[in-house]
């Protein structure tokens, strides 16, 4: 039987920190650093003044604040008073940022220097939330996923217990608060009592090179991003590279070649690969480098928590058998905030209680390693994120110059590759994508073709434009 992990209420996490290690640093943000117990302080005074706007249980607060710092305050100053919390920072656009305020009407609305009241109303009535995490649906249009309380506190604590962050750790954050991936890596920080160096938003890379002299410990990293910044690391003193004890990627496909180049550029530190989605934050972690012993896999899940794979008429694959990846337990996510129809096509009651269905197909080992093949549902991940392959096409095609595109999964599961049929020129593509569906939306790799190859019906040839992938690669 797999071990429970007890879950603790999230506010209490920063004052438990404040109480061990008040003078510690939590946050170095700007080069400005926060202790816990000044942030302990600014949390219960933001509290206090959130209560006194009429702020309170049910409560509805939209952060859109580039700062660390009043990111983390509101955050945790919603916790003490019971209300829910979206960060968006500056991730998204005018437009999205538009339908996001209308999705989740808020009541409070949040940026760097303001506080402005928002729509209110009754909105989603979905046991008090602690988080509504916005993220890229199948239309590409921004869809939030409703995290209670429950599920964020299980998946800090179960997280923690498998990779262990340390009081004197030097967390680097490079992945936004509006992302998961980014946000956890705050969560974890604050429970274990460890230090989180905030990497600028949009500047990660020069951001990089500076925090090599707060001598790092653990780099929280996605496979592209780690692939642009080990040029810059490799420059920080020996020293410094060899205080990295750790090592974690979640969101894509880790190459051979960039797990060896970690290895030589950092060799004392482990590299663990993990697998989620925010719909249940995290199903599986490996142990420190088992990836040597089995290549490729995601880990085991979390304790407390089931992963299966299910077959296509339903019954559990048996191992080395491919299907859709299950997650079963307290990780898992309430469903999606004011979709019901999503909600009940993806959050299905089972034998058991309620599951999520990934739609990422997989295999598990004999020993019960996951493996991920990729998504069923139209989307790919691009440094890490999920986006709606439909909507990068559409926004293209959008070019006079340009008849045809297609995003398709790079080889070996890494990251897409975006195929153009035209004559315009990269530049031209990644302006014109920037604008249209936002910077970080924009594929690392584009190619223009003058035809797309075609299939016997007509239609675009997506299997030989992979192997065209494939093909350049090797």
Known sequence: MTRQVPSPRLSDLLHRSAERRPDAVAI????????YARLSTHVTDFARSLAGEGIGLGSR????ARSAVRTTVSLYAAAELGATVSVIGNRYSDTQRAMIEQDFTPHLILTEQTSEPGPGGAGEQAGNPALVIYTSGSSGRPGGVICSREAVSFSVTAIQHMLGYLPGDRVLAIPPFSFDYGLYQLFLTVAAGASLEVVAAGDAVATFARAGRRRPTVLPVLPALARSCMPIAARWPKPVRDGVRLITSTGAHWDDVTRAELRDLFPHAGLVSMYGLTECKRASISTVDEDLRAPGTVGRPLPGTTVW??????????????GQIVVQGPNVMRGYWGDPVRTHAVFVERAGGRVLLTG??????????????GRRDGQVKIRGTRVAAAEIERAVVGLETVSAAALVPGPQGGEPVLYVEGVASDPLIRRHLGGEVGAWKVPNDIRVLARFPVNDRGKIDLAALRELAAARES
């Open 28 to 35: 170095v943000e700007d080069g400005t650093e926060v202790t």
């Open 61 to 64: 607060i939209l952060v859109s």
């Open 309 to 322: 794979i299910e077959r296509s008429d339903g019954v559990w694959a048996a191992p080395g058998e491919v």
């Open 360 to 373: 990422d197909d997989g295999h598990l080992d004999a020993e019960g390693r996951l493996y991920v093949h």
